[in-house]
């Protein structure tokens, strides 16, 4: 069922008769769609544009409580560039200008790819075939942005974009008169349901927004309606993005792919035309439940991030964490505001766990309390008192970070990364070349892993095949320090099998002593039922796994 529901639309500035600047990039010259830019900024120039600065008047503090309450909110404006922003703004600025070095309006052939892509709209030929005859044949590469929710991610997507008008008119270059509208950037949403149609619609629908059409004039009147093919839609698409110069494309809220079902490789495939098709490049931005897609549909997810991810990960306690409360502390309306100190910072942390958008609400929360209670400062105590009124909601999963309890944690998918940044890297660059292959001893021996990858590769395995469930992370810890310890060397699948066997002994040991049934109860021809017959026979962990054709799932559980 395709989404009818009113699209969040991005808006931007438009920029007529810009000046353009050559620069000293060979392969930019001549192009009117990269000299129009602004130029590259520093990182100082970066941070400063997307620094979020709440309003704020010392005389302020002396107003009466209800109307300092209501500048308290002004802190859902205050935004503090990290280094992962400065990351991001780099990887966007070189997708757009590289994005346009093939897609030059002044160049010979552009105006004959634009009537091919008409002719195919008009006769509704499908999807590859578009694909295989034409395409834009730019730096069209796609990259990924994943982070655990309340990290920012759409947030500084958007203050970046913001740096670039979004759209730029153009009537005349090098005294060539010309008519051509250049949209820099488009940022849309997946659709709730997943759906093609539902993703073409909201593309529509924003163009319109952006270009200010309605009416029977609107593209989503034109290329919308629901009644039209995908085919017919995909090759409008295609059509209206050569038309309008598109820089780069953002889908924001990827995880809503996995609500296509069986669809969702339908749904990825599309995305991976429309990006080789109209060669442009493309952003994704999803929550840590965007894992799931990734390891659902591997092979086709790793295309659309072919120009790196960036991982958006809740801050440790540490300098950047200490950097974004101090720049956050300065915003107190009041009487006796207390200095930023250890004590104060600490119990920030314990209570928010590193993640902004707790942060901020937590300091909103607790100066509104302050206020209310006549106390005018900010104390751990009042934290507390916060805490409890405030994020009752969200607190069983603050407690779950707080105490390492990843198995609580991880049931927040849309919470929480379960890889940490090199590890998913090393995901995007290794699984798909090894998924197919069978293990080899000797080369998985030279392979020496560190103690905290073997932590998440057991941990992903107990948690995928629903077993072990009475162990807690602190136990499957000590489990896997004493092994790893003894022996550094390794493998990763031997550190598996291992660990895997001493816990399945500890559970056996909580089932006895809890009056349980053990192993009998559990699901038949899965990998505690390997466990068993390898422990009982004296087999080979590896050899009842491929006997029992589990070997290919563990795996890639292990890469």
Known sequence: MVDTMKTRVYIGSALSSPEYMAGEIDEFKGNPLVEALPQMKSKVEIAKFIKGVPEMNEKEINHD????????????????????????????????????????????????????????????????SISNKMSFGGYSNSMLIIGDSGMGKSLSTERILRSYPQVIRHSQYKGVEINETQIVWLKIDCPFDGSVKGLCINFFRTLD??????????????HGKTNQTINKMFSSMVMLASRYHI????????????????????????????????GIPTVYIGTAKTEKLINTEFTVARRLSAAGTIVMKRLENDDNFEYFIENMWKYQWLKNPIPLNKELLDEMYNVTQGILSVCINLFI????????????SITTDLINV?????????????????????????????????????????????????????????????????????KKSVYNMILKYDILKDLTLIEVTKIIDKIVSKNRS?????????????????????????????????????????????????????????SMKLIEDIESDLL
């Open 209 to 222: 927004s952006v270009l200010s059409k309605n009416g029977k004039d609107s593209y989503e009147h034109l």
């Open 65 to 128: 409580p209800m109307t300092r309450s209501m500048y308290i909110n002004r802190l859902y404006d205050f935004f503090t560039p990290l280094p992962t922003h400065l990351k991001l703004y780099q990887k966007i600025d070189t997708l757009i200008r590289r994005g346009y070095i093939k897609r030059n309006f002044m160049a010979i052939d552009f105006e004959e790819r634009f009537y091919y892509y008409n002719e195919c709209r008009l006769e509704n030929k499908n999807i590859s």
């Open 247 to 278: 820089g780069i494309l953002v889908i924001d809220e990827i995880q809503y792919a996995l609500e296509a079902g069986k669809n969702i490789k339908k749904f990825l495939q599309f995305l991976v035309t429309l990006e080789n098709t109209i």
């Open 490 to 546: 390794l493998s990763v699948k031997e550190i598996v099998e291992k660990s895997l066997l001493e816990a399945l002994s500890l559970q056996k040991k909580k089932d006895t002593k809890r009056g349980r049934k053990n192993v009998s109860t559990m699901r038949k021809g899965g990998l505690l039922e390997a466990l068993e017959i390898s422990v009982s026979e004296e087999v080979d962990l590896t050899v009842v796994l491929r």
């Open 365 to 376: 929360a607790v100066q509104l309390i302050s206020i209310e209670e006549d106390v005018e």
């Open 386 to 454: 916060a805490t409890e009124r405030e994020l009752r909601s969200i607190m069983p999963m603050l407690a779950a970070l707080r105490l390492g309890d990843y198995v609580t944690a991880l049931h927040y998918d849309d919470l929480i990364i379960k890889y940490d940044v090199k590890q998913l890297e090393k995901l995007y660059s290794e699984i798909d070349l090894n998924r197919h292959k069978d293990f080899n001893e000797n080369q998985n021996r030279s392979q020496a892993v560190s103690i905290d990858e073997a």
